[in-house]
């Protein structure tokens, strides 16, 4: 139909000037992505890729990328001043209690409100919080793994590595080449 163009069975798109074909409708939000990012480049593409359920480049055995909002709290709620103090001091090494302090209450309470306006504990909204700058550093840096590491406050490489995989389902390294 077109003896122009030579297909190539084995790719889920192919993008070579102005032609552009998918090989099924999955493929076809690939080619999307593919279009974004040659159009507006790989920030907007990777958010496109977020706000679709899928990753910019697909590999297997991943997490779903899906967009979250890591601190899930209205405004005007008791923690929010708390809440952005945490987001401001992620590389500090925050413990339970070390929160409870700041927030001036017992860590009973803290757990009890947290769970209540936000539906995770202290530390589990910590974690995501962290894991949420790494990828955004991930997207929009070149720092080092081990710097980013240190920045969120995992501590060491081996851990952020080992944390990142097991809440994302990549590696760092992978989730970088995804989405940059």
């Not at 899906?66 to 005007?76: E, L």
């Not at 710097?147 to 406050?153: A, K």
């Amino acid at each position: 139909m077109y003896p122009a163009l030579d297909v190539d069975p084995d790719v889920l798109y192919v993008g070579n000037g102005r032609f552009l074909t998918s090989a099924v409708a999955a493929a076809g939000l690939d080619l999307c992505l593919h279009m974004i990012r040659r159009d507006h480049g790989s920030a907007v593409a990777a958010h496109a890729a977020r706000l679709s359920v899928m990753p910019l480049e697909r590999e297997g055995g991943q997490a779903q990328f899906i967009v979250h909002d890591h601190a899930p709290t209205p405004q005007g709620s008791e923690l929010e001043e708390l809440l952005t103090w945490l987001q401001e001091n992620l590389a500090r090494d925050l413990t339970l209690a070390h929160i409870a302090a700041r927030a001036g209450t017992s860590t009973r309470t803290l757990i009890r409100r947290f769970r209540d306006q936000t539906g995770s504990t202290p530390l589990q909204w910590l974690h995501r919080a962290r894991i949420h700058q790494a990828q955004h550093l991930l997207e929009t840096t070149e720092h080092s793994v081990e710097r980013i590491g240190d920045q969120v406050g995992f501590g060491s490489a081996t851990t952020f590595r080992d944390r990142f995989k097991r809440t994302t389902g990549v590696t760092p390294q992978t989730y970088r080449r995804t989405f940059t």
